[in-house]
């Protein structure tokens, strides 16, 4: 079982700090074949495309690289009727929540006489990568499709993985339902590259979002700055922070929603009563024995899990800006004061009708989160990831004239002499 | 002199691409150095920092890393009074610009009953890196540490390499009005990594901005996951739109604000009349036998500079698009018609009255923005660099009854059970 920890035992800094620390994730040594890997689909393209999928994936896509939409209509068909109106749903609620996003220009004019401001306007293209296999989530489509759409993406490119040709049909669907633009049957380190670079099929893209095993992520980092990327996703987390008043099955299920994801996932309680933190943790060990994906929940708590016990609410609130979670289910009587003690958190659920669960499908926000405390400098997927803003500067003569001098004076102490020329010559035509 | 090209020209578009993709900086094998560096910092804390500080600087830092109140007291006395001056202007409309940038909290209730939105709260400490030398710009501090300030952070510290000991006392000036709350005389990547992982004296931030070399470019990738960066800037870049109606003398200051920056940079000017083009070209050679940086400036406009003709100013929207440069001057007769055609530039500056130069230093939007064609994704540093955002979500038992299920219909569809069985488990209590 997970290790229980007391914030007043002897040792607690050095178990909590391990805990913040712990290396979640191996770093396969997978650089430098992706190197090669985007080496050769920059040079040969296609022609990569389908030797490297044939490789992989073990499927012939020369000439059926893109899923026709014959394919996506045929798994729209087949989806059963429940799954389709969750799916629906699911689109609907995450999009009325990500068009609240959609920032607003401003133009000004200051005193000075300057008109000021900025404009929002969404890239052009973007890519949105969707892992094969197990991890091939219809939900994972929403979150990332959808907030590209309300941007205004003109363009949005799927590209996923078919290993033996296969796919998910809800993964289609979801990304007919959310207004993917183009599939392509291409995965790994290869649809990176084909995104980033373009090919003679697949038109290049300004921005590449989705989740992705080390080879997509290693793609990720080294097509920064060709085109625009989101963070890297490390294992998931949670941190439950619960008072004795609620069920604890209720608090061990929600903490083994996180842990069945990936063995690397983690999982901590924080709670105040110490009889219920023991209840939690024998609940947990009675779901371990029954769940359908026990043993990589299994290993997740026995790793990386946790029932911590503290004082009261206010040291668990500490806990969690140290912890800075990816999602922070607060199980508590007022759980928006408490809310409003903690800085650092991905996204917050908050009261004991809040399961994480619920995020991950059909409450609205996005389930794009950052992942091992990086909560402290960043946040989830938005809208404001498919666009870029543009600042705008109109100056009158008469604004020039109040403002220039200072550009000018701060241009010479800086030793940039045609910085303060571009201002004095206009102004030198003002006073003439 | 730069080249001149015509849009209808042979070859156009293969001259055109080869500027667009001209590379403009070598990318010096220092990766592994800074890795070691890194490891340095990390091992031995303030120990490497006083000794590589020794080597690279040539300057004893030993009990005195950090810059004493009065060192800047001092130095913000010997500033004359008209820089003084220049600067608390820049500060405040720098600061006036970014207080509107600081984004909203929401919060709603929705039609099933959920109550949705999300808060954004500041970083805790933020680093600021300045680089030493010559380009140990005050007008850089100002536009990193304002909007940081703005955001609300708390801890605000800046490093900066002192050569010799030697400091530009405008600097220090400047981080005293923008509100740096620590100053370090620390520079190059053990100052990056200071930042990152802390020293017994430099406590560790959450993010970390600012411009540096190739050393320091380094060492933020490569932190970057542990704290958060900025973009990693390349050389600057202005495209000028320019009609026959402008003092080409004017165009070629401007041309040149751009080119005196670095041998690296980049400045275009686009025009629909050749022959204003070929007089701004002689303009430029002209001013190029006088200005105090004509070698650097010649070396960027020999390299990388160009006259581009053009047929109408359909043709120059379209052209500005596919550069997506970082500085964009509109010297046309419609400046606002003309900046609505055009999607991709970091920052326009709109309107004859308007040199770029303003943007360096007082007009008051950021003069940190993005290069090499990144403003087709990214956007200027502003407020929004320095906080992040935690979504927030409150569900009833009503808005649980309501869509509860669907999330239990999508979690079945992708196997994860304990995510259907934390709602199905309060569904359950709800339906006894």
């Not at 993985?161 to 290869?190: S, Y």
């Not at 290693?218 to 987390?237: C, L, T």
Request: charged share 25%; with cysteine.
């Amino acid at each position: 079982m997970g290790r229980m920890l007391r914030t007043w035992d002897h040792g607690f800094e050095a178990a909590f700090e391990a805990l913040l620390t712990a290396k979640r994730e191996d770093a396969p040594e997978v650089d430098e074949a992706v190197a090669g890997i985007i080496a050769d689909v920059r040079a040969r393209g296609d022609a990569a495309l389908v030797e490297l999928t044939a490789r992989f994936d073990r499927v012939d896509v020369a000439g059926r690289l893109r899923v026709p939409e014959g394919e996506i209509d045929a798994a729209l068909a087949a989806v059963p009727e429940a799954e389709l109106a969750a799916l629906h749903l699911a689109a609907e609620r995450v999009r009325a929540y990500h068009e609240r996003q959609v920032p607003r220009d401003e133009s000004w004019e200051d005193e000075a006489g300057a008109t000021l401001g900025w404009r929002w306007t969404p890239v052009d293209a973007a890519g949105l990568y969707v892992p094969g296999g197990q991890a091939s989530y219809p939900s994972s489509v929403l979150m990332n499709a959808v907030p590209a759409k309300v941007a205004g993406v003109a363009r949005l490119a799927m590209v996923t993985p078919m290993p033996e040709g296969r796919v998910n049909p809800l993964v289609l669907a979801a990304a007919r339902i959310a207004g993917v633009d183009e599939v392509w049957r291409v995965g790994g380190a290869q649809a990176v590259a084909a995104l980033a670079y373009g090919t003679a099929s697949i038109a290049p893209v300004d921005k590449i979002t989705g989740p992705g095993n080390a080879y997509v992520a290693a793609a990720k980092r080294r097509v920064f700055g060709k085109v625009g990327i989101d963070s890297i996703a490390g294992p998931s987390e949670v941190l439950v922070i619960a008072d004795a008043a609620n069920d604890p099955d209720w608090v061990a299920v929600d903490l083994m929603s996180q842990a069945e994801h990936d063995a690397s996932a983690q999982a901590i309680l924080v709670t105040d009563d110490e009889g219920f933190g023991t209840a939690v943790a024998a609940a947990v060990a009675a779901r371990l024995e029954t769940i359908e994906r026990r043993a990589v929940a299994g290993a997740s708590w026995r790793d990386f899990g946790a029932v911590i016990v503290c004082g009261n609410l206010s040291e668990a609130a500490e806990l969690a800006d140290r912890l800075a979670p990816e999602h922070l289910e607060l199980l508590v009587e007022d759980p928006d004061a408490l809310a409003a003690r903690i800085r650092h958190a991905g996204a917050i659920f908050l009261g004991r009708w809040t399961p994480e669960a619920v995020g991950d499908y059909v409450a609205g926000p996005n389930h794009v989160l950052p992942t091992s405390r990086t909560a402290r400098f960043s946040s989830g997927l938005s809208v404001l990831d498919f666009m870029k803003r543009t600042t705008l500067t109109r100056m009158t003569p008469q604004s020039l004239k109040a403002i220039g001098p200072a550009a000018e004076t701060l241009a010479r102490s800086e030793s940039l002499e045609a910085h303060g020329l571009s201002v004095a010559l206009r102004l030198a035509q003002l006073n003439r």
